[in-house]
């Protein structure tokens, strides 16, 4: 659009915003753009760029006036496209429920979308105050609603949020739902014209939710020292809770990051996949011997798991990759499933380690697309999944969807029932390579604006097997080597993972070497094919 188109679509969009801090935001940026400051058109034209959609996990982006933030008119008018979504499937005066986080604009979104749900005829439900994401994914189930809705951005930085939606099997949204959903936004008209003051009333699963989780473990075991952080989100009370009603009562946790704050403080990035973020958690766990460390993403659907490990290096603690994680926990599952005949699930950019553990149990695999809409879905009997994005499904017929949560106490219950054999996780972690191969993985993203995909996709190197198992995802496989590429769902980059396994060996230790080496030498190739 020329500069004018733009600014006349910014006044059309204040016309029609409710919320006088957006609205006034939007008229002072585009009386700068008039007056001729630098970069206003060009700030301008980034706000009422298209629409946020529906990615990997639901909507998200910053928090800012115009169709392509996180606002208060974007809210109404989704969650009116949603609640015609609703009627037009035989679901008119259902119950919804809301839940929110503690990030910037939490309470007003979660607020707004609960009025539109209410004054639109609905069963609007609100969970008290902010809450971590699992606990609405268990509600939707446990309240037997038909929809839920989760204010929230999870690990994406300070100045995002994002909303979520789950339908009635307490899973996520998938195609063309998620379609479906867009175009009645493209129908509902302006937000200011919106209902938004419907009866709402307030619902607290948590006591269910925690005892579900609590009776978890399968093992006896409880003598464990845990170092635990929320990294300043609104997961760590639950969690402590959880925990102790599970018999782990000797936890610490990060003081400094122990409040819900939705500046984060204390961390560069509140995603503890990124280097420095879980550093407070290590020190405390070093400083009063723990046994595990616990890092919950903020709003706690994810959950990052430390160990004291000899190969450590200074401190001898190291954080395990979501792929160690994930192996240790599908392994620990199966071991207690009583499942007749056991499902585990991960997805195309996860190790492949899984399907080998899965077979040594006599149990069944699933390879899916990425991201928890998918995984749960993956078939019945279901028992597990995850992804190495640091989400774990340790429990599928009460949280359809990663829950950090229930993941720490099924992995204390792990540590403690290793540590009372005289053993650890590291320990089983080279059980499991020796049984079942080495598997390393590294991962290489790029910044990705969306318009171009990389020539990779157009041409792949020669000497690989191509699999394209979805439109804007290419599988390469060559011998023990498998390269996956894929856009971020929920940012604006693009993601390689890379994936070695060498073969099993008793020189657990020489595996290791060797997979390591070829992990590099495909890493450089890969940064080259960018």
Known sequence: MTARAVRDAAMRWVADDPDPATRTSLQQLVAAAMAGTPGADDELADLMRAPLRFGTAGLRGPVRAGPAGMNVAVVRRTTAA?????RRNGHAGATVVVGRDARHGS?????????????AGFDAVALPGASPTPLLAFAVRHLGAVAGVA?????????DNGYKVYLGDGAQLVPPVDAEIEALTEQVGAAVAIPAEGRVREVDPLQPYLARVAGLPVGGARDLRIALTPLHGVGGAAAVQALALAGFTDVHVVASQAVPDPDFPTVHSPNPEHPGTTDALLTLAASVDADLAVALDPDADRCALGVRDGRAGPGGWRMLTGDETGVLLGDHVLRGS?????????????SSMLRGVAAAHGARFAETLTGFKWIVRAGEGLVYGYEEALGYCVDPDAVRDKDGIAAAVVAADLAATLRSAGSSLPARLDELAAAHGVHVTAQVTVPFDGCALPALFGAPPVGWDVERPAPDVLVLRRGGERVVVRPSGTEPILKTYLEVVEPPDVDVTAARARAAARLETLTAQAREWR
């Open 107 to 119: 309470a007003e979104f979660a607020a707004a979308a609960a009025g539109v749900l209410g004054a």
């Open 151 to 159: 204010v929230t951005a999870s690990h994406n930085p300070a100045s």
């Open 82 to 86: 949603l609640a015609e979504w609703l």
């Open 338 to 350: 009583r499942e007749p005949a056991p499902l585990v699930a991960t997805t195309v950019v996860s």
